[in-house]
């Protein structure tokens, strides 16, 4: 299984745009949670492409709907719908709160959506006024300027000129805070019921409560923002769902296609309805491949089994990383859901998390950072018992390097 020796790192410098420093290893195969370099070399996949590879590499299910597809329709522009898109749309529908779906591509034009649909409900409903969106200090919520800008870090949205107004701000979790910024103006809040790449931090119960209840007293659309947290991934279909609190419009990408690109934004009726024909579009948002292989991912990610095994997954995982830190005093908490699962370092190692990325690499294991401080694992959520076991090892061996400098 070796790749083509022709293609190496060294090229990407050369032909592609600088804006990543990919690592000198280039995946050629992957099969469950394993994954293989040009040269054959293994690695054990902790890393699931951020939290998208939901159900492994190449899962026979996966596969199977898109050989399926791929031999009857591959696309049709949106003058007219598709037998997946159908389908796709009514397991999210009837899985959900939400009433409507609109299909996208990419977590960040989900996202788009909804703020777009967001700021046309209160535009037709209360006039122009009301276009303030709340976010958050640390949330992301893609690249779009749009997305970018009401994402809570200014170093990814500035430098690129005027950006879109009406965007305030507001540390994650201060009830305080949003009580004094909301107001009858106000006409979305927009966050992540689990912040990602911000570094794994929870919202408050108590947080989401006064979230929901002030957004219902100023007339505020609550937005989640479900790209990472969804489809399986905290051990429910979607984050919401373990939380006293239901959002107006959710966002869904990442694990929806386990890997092949699809996006859903989700909402009721009475709020879809402002996006009216032709206010809103994509070329290829609800493509007949892509949903097809939605479909495949919802058929084994939405049932029972599957979510209850994302839960005992993620004890393995607590209990494997105690136990790691037991030994080598590296963390100072272990926090996340499911399996979103940050290892936060310690004073000791502050803003080292690249350097455990880097030594895990060497050691045979995909793991991802969130923030500098924080070592990020978004598995599959069905990989094995074994795979787990092994891949802490080879965590526990790359700890060992980084502690004995
Ligand atoms: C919470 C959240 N929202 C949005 C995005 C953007 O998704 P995409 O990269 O598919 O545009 C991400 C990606 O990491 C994310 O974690």
Not at 126 to 132: M, P, R, S, V
Not at 148 to 154: I, L, M, T
Not at 165 to 183: K, R
Request: glycine letters at 10%; proline letters at 4%; aromatic letters at 8%.
């Amino acid at each position: 299984m070796s790749g083509n020796k022709n293609l190496t790192r060294a090229q990407f410098d050369e032909v592609m745009v600088p804006n990543y420093a990919p690592s000198a290893v280039i995946p050629v195969k992957g099969e469950g949670s394993r994954v293989w370099d040009q040269e054959g070399k293994e690695f054990i996949d902790f890393a699931g492409g951020i939290a998208v590879n939901c159900l492994g590499h190449c899962h026979p299910a996966l596969t199977g709907a898109l050989q399926e597809q791929g031999n009857k329709l591959w696309h049709l522009a949106n003058v007219m719908t598709n037998e997946p898109a159908l389908e796709l749309a009514t397991r999210l529908t009837s899985s959900t709160f939400a009433e409507k779906v609109y299909f996208a591509n990419s977590g960040a034009e989900a996202n788009e959506a909804a703020l777009k649909l967001a700021r046309r409900y209160a535009l037709d409903k209360f006039g122009a006024e009301k276009d303030q969106i709340i976010a958050f200090d640390k949330a992301f919520h893609g690249r779009t300027f749009f997305t970018v800008s009401v994402g809570g870090q200014a170093a990814y949205s500035d430098g690129f000129g005027p950006k879109p107004q009406s965007i305030t701000h507001l540390p994650f979790n201060d009830v305080a805070a949003l009580e004094a910024a909301i107001s009858d103006n106000t006409c979305a809040i927009m966050l992540e019921p689990l912040q990602g790449e911000g570094g794994i931090i929870d919202a408050d119960p108590e947080f989401l409560k006064a979230v929901r209840s002030l957004a219902d007293k100023h007339n505020a659309l609550v937005i989640f923002d479900e790209v990472q947290t969804g489809v399986g991934r905290t051990g429910e279909l979607f984050a919401y769902m373990s939380t006293d609190v239901v959002p107006d419009i959710l966002t869904s990408a990442k694990a929806l296609g386990g890997g092949f690109p699809i996006a859903a934004m989700l909402t009721t009726t009475e709020i879809a309805k402002h996006l009216k024909i032709g206010t809103h579009g994509s070329t290829y948002g609800g493509n007949p491949l892509a949903c097809a292989v939605g479909n495949a991912v919802l058929e084994v990610v939405n049932n029972e089994e599957t979510l209850a095994g994302v839960k005992q997954r993620e004890q393995m995982f607590r209990d494997g990383l105690t136990k790691i830190n037991d030994k080598y005093d590296v963390f100072s908490e272990v926090r996340g859901k499911g399996l979103l699962i940050g290892a936060v370092l310690n004073s000791k190692f502050e803003g080292r998390a690249r350097d455990f990325l880097v030594a895990s690499v060497g050691e045979g294991l995909m793991s991802l950072i969130a923030g500098a401080n924080v070592v990020r694992f978004t598995p599959s959520l069905v990989i094995p018992e074994a795979d787990i076991k092994e891949g802490l090892e080879r965590f526990e061996r790359a700890v060992a390097k980084v502690v004995a400098g």
